[in-house]
């Protein structure tokens, strides 16, 4: 194998808290004892990103975003050293791996043991406080590295570690049966393409897409059989409540940041309804305000959060896109177009996915 250099290329929050990027050079650095050193070709560019740089989840994140984080969590790459300990930990030299939104968990906590990665509460994000996907080279843990099948292009790879998975993960929280409604809110976005995809052809639900009108045809050829315009539709739940013959849908997924989203998803659901919470809004989050007592008691309403998926969730969500059942909508771009998509998402012009060529 080639020398590695001294020397590599990142890109970094700058300024956090407004919309800034920098390409830095950094030193290579040595994997530890379970780490590997992956050399990272590709990474998909996800909303949360941008979140941590403008420092939007005050009312989740323990603390602001600090200069020079280098962020992204949807990376690929291939193990180019093995630090010491790793021999038993199921990869080697030249294996084509990814790595998540946890960018570790210790494994043994309550939340590990069931399967809850993202609540693990010593678990590290890849992206925040932890150096991220949006460079060359990466440190990262050999038993919790992501197998990439070999069918699978690492461009279309990367937003499945994140996007994908936490949209398996939520769909499959949902309790929807196959045949049964399923309404997705954010439908045209990057989580939303790959959610209508693994709900309508993966799992066979009859899907209701919900995004602006300008998403429409993205989220139709990804297989809803019905849309809702945002834009153009005075009222979301009840469009939704016709098309499902006047009871609603049977799981409503919010996979948007966007407040007045998650205050119109209950009234879309029929009794016994599951609402899945995904996007996190941005600054204070606003209340829903039918999610009273009174009402939720008698139409037996449910709301769950789902915040990614586990090791096994992953696998499976990669294997899906193997065998062609979905496909990411993207885009690639060089590293130094990042700031140009985070302004692409900031006024919701993006659709589907970007994903960083880092080379």
Known sequence: MAELPKKYKAVVYDKPGTLSTKIEELHMPEPGLGEVLVNLTHSGVCHSDYGIMMNAWSASLPAPTQPGQVGGHEGVGTIVKMGPGTANDGVKLGDRVG??????ICLS???CRAGADACCP?????????????????LAPANYVTPIPASLDSAAAAPLLCAGLTVYAALRKSNAASGTWVAISGAGGGLGH????????????????????????????SGAEHFVAIDTTHDVPAAVKALTGGLGAHAVLVLTANNGAYATSLDMLRFGGRMVCVGIPEGEPVPIASALPNVMVARALQVIGV??????????????????????????????????????????????????DLS
């Open 99 to 104: 790595i998540k939104w946890m960018a570790s």
């Open 109 to 111: 906590c309550e939340a």
């Open 122 to 138: 010593n678990g590290k994000i890849s992206g925040y406080y932890t150096p991220g996907t949006f460079q060359q080279y990466v």
């Open 194 to 221: 790959l959610a209508v995809q693994f709900s309508a052809r993966a799992i066979g639900h009859r899907v209701i897409g919900i995004d602006h009108s300008s998403k429409k045809d993205l989220v139709l050829a």
């Open 307 to 356: 915040a990614v998926g586990d090791r096994k969730e992953a696998i499976e969500a990669l294997e899906f896109a193997a065998r062609g059942v979905v496909k990411s909508h993207y885009r690639v771009e060089k590293m130094d177009q990042l700031t140009s998509v985070f302004q692409e998402m900031e006024e919701g012009r993006l659709k589907g996915r970007v994903v960083l």
